[in-house]
């Protein structure tokens, strides 16, 4: 059974930072692409950041210029540097592995989220 560890949420002040980790294991596959996603409830999951195993980023608009997503591939994980955060970055957060370069092919599991709280 793949597990994802995720680590890293809290409550933060606008403006401040945190940074999400999130590693993997018991893994069958070779991860290709790794990413986070967050969820208000009672909305659709959205994709905050990707990245592949060539290092390859992707981001959502929103957070493009304060968030920074990375990999360590030896260890499996992957992190989510949050700077410059704002209230509506108040979320549950989600890592995602894919053992395909897109989410769109192969196997992909979920971690059980970590949330995020930024409030004055």
């Known amino acids: 059974q793949v597990q994802l560890a995720e680590s890293g949420g809290g409550l933060v002040q606008p403006g401040g930072s945190l940074r999400l980790t999130c590693a993997a294991s018991?893994?069958?596959?070779?991860?290709?692409?790794m990413g986070w996603y967050r969820q208000t409830p009672g909305k659709q999951r959205e994709l905050v950041a990707t990245?592949?195993?060539?290092?390859?980023?992707e981001y959502a608009d929103s957070v493009k210029g304060r968030f920074t997503i990375s990999r360590d591939n030896a260890e499996k994980t992957v992190y989510l540097q949050m700077n410059s955060l704002k209230p509506e970055d108040t979320d549950v957060y989600y890592c995602?592995?894919?053992?395909?370069?897109?989410?769109?092919?192969?196997?992909?599991?979920w971690g059980d989220g970590t949330l995020v709280t930024v409030s004055a």
């Open positions: 018991r893994l069958w596959f070779t991860i290709k692409i």
């Open positions: 995602r592995i894919g053992s395909a370069s897109s989410f769109t092919y192969g196997a992909t599991y």
């Open positions: 990245i592949t195993s060539d290092g390859n980023t």
